[in-house]
């Protein structure tokens, strides 16, 4: 459900941060850093401001967090951070939040590879985000001054192949970055607190529901399929010729090329009328033998159901 949360205390003077009961690592002229219990703490001297990222997992000890662990999740936290500070008095405000979901695939059968391969097939920019490099094990959508990254990745891969727990587990995250959190406030009253965010409804909101217009709503079907779908609907010959036309652009060379080829409008009623007949837009390539793949973000709705709500 969460992986990694970032904090801000503002306003820690110099004076009060050398009084720190734990000696930071000094990193440079006005940085000084510290790794302890799973938290990371940076202390940025010039605007006088310490930033603590907090992975619930390793906070946490635990290899999935659910709703029920947001309490012991903030006592935890507020425990190591006056081991290290020497004070519980510090104000700590959420500055990014990583909603994330891990899939369990298979190794035997290239799960993973066959999944980057899809998603490199979706759209190549999506909400402000754009991709900046093509990788071989992972899927990144980012901004630098937006409100969200989107991030699809084998995690085993991530973690350099040091943690055989994650072998197999392909992970969907969103980071919720200060931005976001600042309109929130600002356009729904919704403070900076973990509470806030660390909820069903949060989740569904700013995870599942931003997801949903970058994976559309049906399953995935290998082309070959999905074709003789669309000549068993009920749209008409040149329709869905106009349609079949489409997806075999699409599975050849990305979502993100084909639309360059329409305008929007065209592009926007082609997935429409595909959905309506139960067909992604993207499809599976024809050489695999498999002919179907559940829909990746109906498949993290059905994992988050089972295990972390």
Known sequence: MLDTITFVVLNVLIKQFFQFSMRFQKHNKYEYHLVYKGLKFDYYMGSQTLVIKANAHKVLEK??????????????????????????????QLSRLDYCVDLAMDTNCEEIEDTLELLYKHVHSYRHMKIDKIYDTSFYLKTKRGTYNLNCYDKYEELSRTDEDYKGIFRLELQIKKYKMKRELKRNGVSRELDNYWTKSAMEEYFFDFFKGFFYSCDYYRIDIAISKIKESLYSQS???KLIRFIKKVNKIGMTEVKKCYSYSTAKSYIEKLEKIGLNPVTISEDKTYE??????????????????
């Open 63 to 92: 290899g999935f967090v659910s709703l029920q662990d947001l309490e012991n999740y903030k006592n935890r936290l507020l425990s190591i951070v006056k081991e290290v500070t020497g004070t519980d008095k510090l104000l700590l």
């Open 239 to 241: 329709m869905q010729d």
């Open 292 to 309: 179907k793949v559940e829909n990746l973000l109906h498949r993290a709705k059905r994992v988050t159901e089972e295990l972390y709500f």
